[in-house]
T-cell receptor, first 114, second 108 residues
């Protein structure tokens, strides 16, 4: 069974802290994605990676960075958290670029920045 | 830019039919996904349309018209467990652009 896991379901951090969100998939997928989901705005793509050590900016990369050192793991980093980064963060993975394969989503991390 | 529109909310009665429309204007198009997301859970795959026409999968069907930039998801014989958000997403290579989602509430 397909599985994408995220390190935390809920996280509370203070403004200015460095925050790491971890995502692991066990499907040997090439592509991995980080989204944030906000009411009325839907899912917005922050960063994605189509191979180890490769990354590309999504639609809203400002204030975020990512790391993909191993195929199964994709980390989202908030270098200095701000209150406007309070959101639900969803990780996803998919098999082949440009294919019809769906993205599989993790359960999400609800991050609150105080 | 990407512009994907769907209604914010819909309410229907158990056993009824509901149609969720999605219109899109995007820079590229490889297909259109529909996902279901229950409150507090991850989105899960429902359907994928690449070519024009209707794809039927049990109680759920999805339709695509590429020339009109239009899709709909049809939910038949509604059940209480169908209360959820339904997300329309356009596939542009391996990137997805999502609509804001439609929250469907099924009443007894």
């Amino acid at each position: 069974d397909v599985k994408v896991t995220q390190s935390s379901r809920y996280l509370v951090k203070r403004t200015g802290e460095k925050v790491f969100l971890e995502c692991v998939q066990d499907m040997d997928h090439e592509n991995m994605f980080w989204y944030r989901q906000d009411p009325g705005l839907g899912l917005r793509l922050i960063y994605f990676s189509y191979d180890v050590k490769m990354k590309e900016k999504g639609d809203i990369p400002e204030g975020y960075s990512v790391s993909r050192e191993k195929k199964e793991r994709f980390s989202l980093i908030l270098e200095s958290a701000s209150t406007n980064q309070t959101s639900m963060y969803l990780c996803a993975s998919s098999f082949i670029a440009g294919s019809t394969d769906t993205q599989y989503f993790g359960p999400g991390t609800r991050l609150t920045v105080l | 830019g990407q512009n994907i529109d769907q209604p914010t909310e819909m309410t229907a009665t158990e056993g009824a039919i509901v149609q969720i429309n999605c219109t899109y204007q995007t820079s590229g198009f490889n297909g259109l996904f529909w996902y279901q997301q229950h409150a507090g859970e991850a989105p899960t795959f429902l359907s994928y349309n690449v070519l024009d026409g209707l794809e039927e999968k049990g109680r759920f069907s999805s339709f695509l018209s590429r020339s009109k930039g239009y899709s709909y998801l049809l939910l038949k014989e509604l059940q209480m467990k169908d209360s959820a958000s339904y997300l329309c997403a356009v596939n542009n290579d391996y990137k997805l652009s999502f609509g804001a989602g439609t929250t469907v509430t099924v009443r007894a």
